[in-house]
């Protein structure tokens, strides 16, 4: 069996247990993280899990500003101050049709990441946060809050798709005996996400009646970070073998995410995996 037969062996019979190795692989390994697979998941994570944790705690700090806003636009448009109870409906609704957005996301993803990948969904679904960043940071100057709520929810949406085709895409790059510790990086990144959040808001930054709508703008760098770096990346092996049928791309890209991952050696110290003998047919 030469190398190129021997990973998508791999590939194809990567289901063992934790302290498994696959079919072909029971040399003994020592364990190596190849660049692409730490830039896949640190870009993934920035431009995905953040987001998700970064607007759950972004509206706390400037609540009463935006109700203020709410307040003001219905003034305009009415003639008399909002009712309270209105003013309390459409807070209510602004805060929780971000995750009536996410459920729409997850309905979504499965249909979406099999037709385009899992790659390509992370790719497509950073013009939902740079389109919610742009109507949510406008919404001031437009004076018109409907833009604001309908931002949470197409922000939802791109939660719902990232936090299913993140850990997908993450899944299906990386070996079994380092997934588990690849996927902390998305609960790890979900939490700096809040933790940004609730920092951006201190008045001593963007918590400011002025400043306020840049907190929802800056949701754009992320996306447009992650939109910058993921076209770089290999696809998942895994979806171009088993969905696209493509043999070719899948052998390429998994050479491409585990380049240097594993050293593979047995008792003499030679590599089982690269040594001449191994090759031939």
Request: net charge neutral; with cysteine; charged share 15%.
């Amino acid at each position: 069996m030469d190398s190129r037969e021997l990973a998508l062996a791999s590939l194809m019979c990567d289901t063992g247990g934790p302290g498994e190795l696959s079919v072909g692989h029971q040399q003994r390994r020592t364990k190596k993280w190849s660049f692409s697979l730490v830039v896949a998941a640190l870009v993934g994570a920035f431009g995905s899990s953040f987001l998700y944790g970064y607007n759950l705690s972004v509206v706390n700090a400037p609540t009463p500003y935006i109700k203020a806003f709410y307040n003001g636009t219905w003034y305009r448009r009415h003639g008399q101050p909002i009712d309270p109870d209105t003013l309390t409906l459409l807070w209510s609704v602004t805060v929780s049709i971000f995750a009536i957005g996410g459920l729409v996301g997850t309905l979504m993803v499965k249909m979406i990441g099999k037709f385009l990948g899992r790659k390509s969904t992370l790719l497509v679904n950073n013009g939902f946060a740079i389109s919610a960043a742009l109507l949510m940071a406008c919404s001031l100057r437009a004076g018109t809050f409907e833009m604001l709520i309908v931002g949470r929810f197409i922000m939802g949406v791109d939660g719902g798709i990232a936090l299913s085709a993140l850990p997908m895409y993450l899944n299906e790059i990386s070996p079994k005996e380092i997934r588990g510790s690849l996927g902390q990086v998305t609960a790890i990144f979900i939490c700096i996400g809040v933790f940004s959040g609730q920092l951006l808001g201190l008045p001593e930054l963007l918590g400011r009646e002025s400043t306020w709508p840049y907190l929802f703008g800056v949701i754009i760098v992320p996306a447009l970070v992650q939109l910058a770096s993921l076209p770089f990346l290999p696809e998942s092996p895994r979806y171009l073998l088993f969905e696209k049928h493509d043999e070719a791309g899948a052998m390429k890209d998994l050479v491409l995410h585990q380049q240097h991952l594993w050293e593979s050696w047995d008792p003499s110290g030679q590599d089982p995996i690269h040594h001449p003998e191994h090759g031939r047919n």
